[in-house]
Structures are given as C-alpha cells and as structure tokens.
C-alpha cells in the first residue's frame, strides 16, 4: 500500500507540472506575450494534431521503421562488441578509444555523408541509427559484465565450469540491469537519429514532414510532430521498462522484499 501510495503521488506530481507548463504557455499565447507564428498555443497545436493525425500516422509508420531496424541492429551490434571485448582483453584494450570517438563526432554532421554516400532510402537512416544507439548498449553491457560478483566467478570455476558457464549464469544475468538501463537511452536515441537523418533527405518520415511545415511556417504542425515524437520516445522507454520486468523477475522480488516494512 505505502508503495501505491507513494507511485500516485510522484505521478500526481509530475501531472501537475505538466499541467502547469500548458496553463503558461496558454496564458503566454492568449495574453499575446509572444506571437502565435512564433509559439503557438496548446490549443492549436492540439487542433493541428488531430487535423494532421492520418499524415502523421503515415509518416510516423516510416520513422518507426527505420527506428526499429536500426534499433534491432545497433542493439544486437553493441551486444556482440562488448561480449567480444569482455572476453578478449586485447580487444578491449584496441577498440574501446575508437568506440569513444565515434560518439564525438555529431549525427547532424555525419548524416550528410550517410545520404551522400547512400542516398536517400532507408540504408542512410538505418546506419545512423545504429551508430547512434549501439554505444549505450555496448558500455552498458561492458559495465555489467566487469561489475560480476570475483567470488561467485571463483566459485563457479572451482566447481569446473568454463568460460561459457562462467558467462551464462554469473555475467550475463548480473548484466541484465545495466542493459536494459542503456536500452532506454538507446530506443530515445532511435526515434531521435531517424528523425535526425530524415532532415538531411528523404521521401517520407516525421523529419521530412517537419522539414516541410517549416518551410511553410505552419508552426502548430510542427510542434504537433513534436509532441509525437516525445510520446512515442516515452511509449518506447516504457515498453522496454516492461520487457525488463518481464526478463528479471528475480529484480521485481527484490524491490517487494526491500519495500517490505
């Protein structure tokens, strides 16, 4: 019950926030503190989202596909690194700069020469994506996999299990929490770096779609595609909560018995 109780009241709060933000920014755009071709109103951006809501669903179906893919890919790549990396010191010691530096260089700069080198189908947004959303996973997964518990490894070995054993039943569940906390920031990360791509060139997607309300100055469009773009990025860092649960139960048991008075 404290549990519940404490849950409604962190989203009470939080609604409230959200609240308030809208009633500000209503008050703002009816007072005419800004002008309405600069900061629309919730209101219009509310009506421009249901009046564009068929063209958004058709461009959202575009960015959501290049979102997953390259999600799938970034995901299943950052995994095969860092257990590569975990299991081979050299490779660690070789690799993991050239990993680091590959986040310095900015998605704007880099989309360019994806769509110049690979043109403006669906390949150039899905490596951007990947590039984008396989750093997490990999440090994460790193991260977990060096944190196993010395003396359960020793232990286990001791009992003559290898390399394979060592990983299946000490690293791998043990990293299960530093993984799903990296495929939060990851799936943000996808629908970002397709919107991101699709800016540069494209034939569909919620970036070209803001590519062309700006062009048109029709601001509550744009900021209707913005709201889009945030819920469906919330949607997708809720699902992964859930799939986590699903996946480490022992974890659910754990926070019951610690919540426990």
Not at 62 to 89: C, K, P, Q, R, S
Not at 134 to 161: E, K, Y
Not at 235 to 244: E, N, R, S
Request: glycine content about 10%; overall charge positive; some cysteine.
């Amino acid at each position: 019950m404290r549990r519940k109780s404490q849950s409604i009241t962190n989203k009470l709060w939080s609604c409230s926030a959200v609240l308030g933000v809208l009633f500000l920014w209503q008050g703002i755009s009816s007072f005419g503190l800004v002008g309405s071709y600069l900061l629309p109103s919730p209101i219009s951006v509310g009506n421009a989202f249901i009046t564009e809501f068929p063209a958004l669903m058709e461009h959202a179906k575009i960015t959501l596909t290049e979102a997953f893919t390259g999600l799938f890919l970034g995901v299943a790549t950052g995994f095969f690194i860092a257990v590569l990396m975990d299991h081979f010191n050299g490779l660690y010691r070789a690799f993991y700069p050239l990993i680091v530096l590959t986040q310095t260089i900015p998605a704007v700069a880099l989309a360019p020469l994806l769509v110049l080198w690979f043109g403006y189908e669906m390949t150039p947004k899905v490596i951007l994506i990947v590039l984008t959303t396989f750093f997490p996973v990999t440090i994460g997964l790193l991260n977990g996999f060096q944190s196993a518990d010395p003396d359960a490894v020793n232990l286990l070995r001791s009992m003559g299990a290898g390399t394979i054993g060592i990983f299946r039943y000490i690293k791998l569940p043990g990293a299960m929490g530093h993984f799903f906390s990296s495929l939060r920031i990851s799936a943000s990360y996808a629908v970002v770096g397709a919107v991101i791509s699709e800016w540069l060139g494209g034939f569909g997607g919620l970036g070209v779609y803001m590519t062309r309300v700006r062009k048109a100055y029709a601001f509550d469009k744009m900021f209707a595609v913005i709201f889009l773009i945030s819920v469906i990025s919330l949607l997708l860092m809720k699902g992964v909560d859930m799939l986590a649960k699903k996946c480490m139960p022992w974890d659910n048991h754990k926070r019951q018995f610690s919540n426990t008075p």
